[in-house]
Each structure stands twice: as C-alpha cells, then as structure tokens.
C-alpha cells in the first residue's frame, strides 16, 4: 500500500460526515463510510487493495479502537438500581426470545449457526444509541434504555468471537480469561495510582507540556494487550472492549476523550469501516435468495426480540432504537469472514440488516 492509496482511503472516509451534514437525514457516519467502500471494493469497481496486509493491519488496529471505543463510552457507575432491575428482566425476556428467533431462523434459512443469530438479535449499539438519548427527556423509562443497551452491548460482544469461529473454543475462551485478568491487573494499577494521585499529576504535566501521555500511555496498553490476545488466541475485539471498559470504571478524563476521538475517529474507524464494505461483496448476498431472506429475517429479528420491553412499559420508539445494531454486526461479519465462519453473501445479509435497523432511530 503507497501514501497515494492511504490519502484516497481517507478521502473516501470524509463521505460518511457528509452524508452526516444533512440533519433530515440522520445517517450515521460509519454507514456512508461502508457504502462508499463497498461503491469501491469488491462489490463495485474493485478499486480498493482490501486484501493488502498494510491495509489490514490498519483496518486490524481501527477495530481495536472501535472496541475501545466502545467499551469506554460504557460507564456502569452511571447504572441506578431501579433502571438496572427493570433492564435486567427485560434483557432475561429479550434472552429467551432471541434464542427462539435464532433457531427459527435456522430452520427457514438453513443458516447453521443459530448462537450468532441470536447474539446479533439480542444485542443493541450503545455508542449509536446513548448519543440518540440525549434528545429523549429524563425519566425513568430513558434511564430503563440506557442501562438496557449498555448491558446488551457488553453481553453481545463478551460472547460474539465464540460463535464466529469454527473450532478452538477452549483455546478462544482460555484467551479470553487471559485478557480479562490482564485488563483486572491494569484496572486495579490505575486505581492505585489514582489513589496515590498519579494520575493527576501526569495528567497536569500533559497538559501543560503538550505531551499528550494520557493518548500514548492508552494507546500502548491497547495495543499490548490486543498483541497478548491475539497471542493467545483471543479476539481483539475482547482485548479492545474489556480495556475500554476498564478505564471508563476508572474516569476517562475529558482530555483523553478527546484524544481517542481524534485518532479513532478521524483515521482509524473510518479506515476500518471504508476497508470492511470494501471486502464484503454485496452482490453475492443479492445473488443468493437464501441471503436475502436471510437478511429480511435478520432484521425483523431484531426487532422481534426487543418487543418484551413493552411489558414493562417501554415506549414504542424506545423499542425500535433498542433494536438498531452497527458495532456487533460490523464485528461479526470482520471476525466471521476472517475466521471463515460467514460466507460473503452472509456477512453482507448482516451488514445490510444492520444498516436497516439503524433506520429505526430516525
């Protein structure tokens, strides 16, 4: 991969801000970027290399941080007991009802694995969804949604990289604990040194030299703790989540958020959305009836294992947003194809889906 290509990369990643601009619109930026990636990979003019190793890893490195991302917008401490008790017994419904969507589904579609089916209905988008609640007034049934999704969303991605692989589950979960003990070792070292009042030291000299450490210091726990998983046979999705969740449970200074919004979103989460609609060919889903079908009942899944919320007095609107996904089928479809578990007409059925559901916040 040249510095030519990497430009036009980033480029094509401006088209998801700017279908952004528009606010009748409401698309959301990670979908423009998978469209135009798909208008340029192997769906349309095959333009773009997405089988580049450079390319790769940078895509590799993008998802980790999307991850991250993702599990540092996660903050449990913000959870009430009350929203926590009525979330808890509508994602115990939401549960079982996706189970019973996965098998169905396997039965009319003939698509096997039933478990991913069912992570993808019963999981949410908390980085999609909590932005959305800020338009929602405070009560008891915003708090309900919010503690609804982050809960969905850190289950659904706990246990998404057990059903996208074909064997090895024993090494995969052996990683996993590996990764979860590494990232309890960092959470309690930051707690320590946040006791000891490092952290706002460091925190101050950063800021007043411009060091930028907080960012450097983030960056080389992810990146180390993503090379012990991958070492071990875990997921860096796993290593990425876990890490985020971790310094969220600790404080992420504004500063901070700011930083990884800047290195995430402004290069590597656009790279890595551009280079995943590059690689999945959307005209073998259309090509398939099986996919399609796949991809209508997906969608409709979805929505269907969400409806339990209105026995507990959810609003409609509230159920929809709950049902849109990106983050879980974006993850599935990346581990799924690397892993040869989904087909290329299954991975665009689940990244089509997806797109649908995001429909449903608007």
Not at 60 to 80: E, Q
Request: with cysteine.
């Amino acid at each position: 991969m040249n510095i030519q290509l990497l430009g036009a990369l980033v480029v094509a990643g401006l088209v998801g801000p700017l279908l952004r601009i528009p606010k009748g619109w409401g698309v959301p930026v990670a979908v423009g970027e998978l469209v135009i990636g798909a208008i340029f990979g192997a769906s349309g003019f095959n333009k773009i290399p997405y089988s580049d190793p450079s390319l790769k890893l940078l895509a590799t490195v993008g998802f980790a941080l999307l991850m991250f991302s993702a599990g540092s917008h996660i903050d449990y401490r913000s959870l009430t007991k009350r929203s926590f008790e009525k979330a808890f017994w509508i994602l115990l419904a939401n549960f079982l009802l996706s189970i019973l969507v996965g098998i169905a589904i396997k039965h009319v579609t003939h698509f096997d694995n039933w478990k991913l089916v069912a992570t993808l209905a019963f999981s949410s988008s908390a980085a999609l969804i909590i932005p959305l609640t800020e338009l929602i007034a405070p009560s008891l049934s915003r708090s309900i949604l919010i503690t609804q999704v982050i809960l969905a969303d850190a289950t659904a991605f706990i246990a998404l990289p057990f059903f996208t692989q074909r064997g090895g589950h024993l090494e995969a979960m052996q990683g996993a604990f590996v990764v979860l003990i590494a990232c309890a070792l960092i959470y309690f070292l930051l707690i320590f040194a946040k006791s000891k009042n490092w952290l706002n030291r460091i925190h101050q000299v950063s800021k007043e030299d411009h060091l930028g450490l907080e960012l450097r210091i983030s960056l080389a726990l992810l990146l180390l703790v993503s090379a012990l998983g991958i070492h071990f046979q875990a997921s860096v999705m796993i290593a990425g989540f876990t890490l985020g969740v971790a310094l969220a449970s600790v404080g992420v200074p504004h500063r901070l958020a700011l930083q990884l919004f800047g290195v995430s979103d402004g290069f590597f989460a656009p790279l890595y959305f551009v280079w995943l609609g590059a690689s999945i060919n959307i005209r073998d889903t259309f090509n398939s009836r099986d996919s399609v079908l796949l991809a209508v009942l997906l969608c409709c899944g979805a929505v269907i294992a969400h409806i339990p919320a209105a026995l507990f007095n959810q609003p409609r609107k509230n159920i929809l947003i709950s049902s849109a996904q990106l983050g879980i089928p974006a993850a599935a479809v990346t581990l799924g194809s690397t892993n040869g578990v989904l087909t290329a007409g299954e991975s665009g059925a689940i990244l089509l889906s997806a797109v649908v559901t995001i429909l449903f916040t608007i």
